[in-house]
Protein backbone atom coordinates (compact mmCIF):
# COMPACT_ATOMS: atom_id res chain seq x y z
CA UNK A 1 0.00 0.00 0.00
CA UNK A 2 1.18 3.41 -0.81
CA UNK A 3 1.08 4.12 3.13
CA UNK A 4 3.93 1.58 3.49
CA UNK A 5 6.36 2.81 1.04
CA UNK A 6 9.55 3.06 3.05
CA UNK A 7 10.82 5.90 -0.35
CA UNK A 8 8.74 8.86 -1.87
CA UNK A 9 5.78 7.80 -3.30
CA UNK A 10 5.65 7.33 -7.63
CA UNK A 11 2.03 6.29 -7.20
CA UNK A 12 1.49 5.53 -11.06
CA UNK A 13 -2.40 7.37 -10.70
CA UNK A 14 -1.16 10.51 -9.33
CA UNK A 15 2.21 10.04 -12.03
CA UNK A 16 -0.93 10.30 -14.62
CA UNK A 17 -2.56 13.07 -12.87
CA UNK A 18 0.99 15.09 -12.53
CA UNK A 19 1.76 14.43 -16.56
CA UNK A 20 -1.51 15.56 -17.84
CA UNK A 21 -0.87 18.70 -15.77
CA UNK A 22 2.52 19.16 -16.99
CA UNK A 23 1.04 19.06 -20.52
CA UNK A 24 -1.90 21.02 -19.74
CA UNK A 25 0.67 24.14 -18.29
CA UNK A 26 3.26 23.65 -21.04
CA UNK A 27 5.68 22.87 -18.08
CA UNK A 28 8.64 21.02 -19.98
CA UNK A 29 12.43 20.58 -20.36
CA UNK A 30 14.26 22.55 -17.75
CA UNK A 31 11.17 24.75 -16.69
CA UNK A 32 9.60 21.67 -15.61
CA UNK A 33 11.98 21.58 -12.81
CA UNK A 34 12.18 25.86 -12.33
CA UNK A 35 8.51 26.20 -12.54
CA UNK A 36 7.86 27.70 -8.59
CA UNK A 37 3.77 26.36 -9.09
CA UNK A 38 4.42 23.12 -10.15
CA UNK A 39 6.55 22.60 -7.10
CA UNK A 40 3.94 24.08 -4.71
CA UNK A 41 1.16 21.36 -6.20
CA UNK A 42 4.32 18.55 -5.72
CA UNK A 43 5.22 19.66 -2.47
CA UNK A 44 1.49 19.75 -0.72
CA UNK A 45 1.08 16.03 -3.06
CA UNK A 46 4.17 14.98 -0.74
CA UNK A 47 3.45 16.96 2.53
CA UNK A 48 0.07 14.95 2.28
CA UNK A 49 1.28 11.76 1.57
CA UNK A 50 3.75 12.67 4.33
CA UNK A 51 1.11 12.68 6.96
CA UNK A 52 -0.99 9.85 5.26
CA UNK A 53 1.71 7.56 6.03
CA UNK A 54 2.43 9.26 9.72
CA UNK A 55 -0.92 8.24 10.52
CA UNK A 56 0.00 4.88 9.19
CA UNK A 57 2.60 4.49 11.78
CA UNK A 58 5.38 4.67 8.58
CA UNK A 59 8.26 7.17 9.92
CA UNK A 60 10.37 5.99 7.62
CA UNK A 61 7.87 6.98 4.98
CA UNK A 62 6.32 9.71 6.19
CA UNK A 63 10.30 11.51 6.64
CA UNK A 64 11.24 10.58 3.45
CA UNK A 65 7.87 12.57 1.85
CA UNK A 66 8.65 15.42 4.39
CA UNK A 67 11.91 16.00 2.69
CA UNK A 68 11.04 15.49 -0.02
CA UNK A 69 8.08 18.23 0.04
CA UNK A 70 10.48 20.66 1.94
CA UNK A 71 12.69 20.77 -1.38
CA UNK A 72 10.14 21.32 -3.75
CA UNK A 73 8.62 24.22 -1.50
CA UNK A 74 12.72 25.24 -1.20
CA UNK A 75 11.90 26.13 -5.08
CA UNK A 76 8.49 28.48 -4.66
CA UNK A 77 9.49 31.94 -5.80
CA UNK A 78 13.36 30.82 -7.36
CA UNK A 79 12.04 30.55 -11.05
CA UNK A 80 12.34 33.34 -13.42
CA UNK A 81 8.40 34.24 -14.70
CA UNK A 82 7.46 32.51 -18.38
CA UNK A 83 4.60 33.05 -20.26
CA UNK A 84 2.33 30.25 -20.99
CA UNK A 85 2.31 28.46 -24.50
Known amino acids: SQWQEK ?3 NDPGCRG ?3 KLDNLMGWEGDYKNQSGVRAAIHGTYHASVG ?3 WVAG ?3 GSQ ?3 N ?3 E ?3 RV ?3 PPRSRK
Do not use: L, T
Open 51 to 53: AGK
Open 68 to 70: RSS
Open 72 to 74: QFN
Open 17 to 19: VSD
Open 7 to 9: GVS
Open 58 to 60: NSE
Open 77 to 79: GKS
Open 64 to 66: AEF
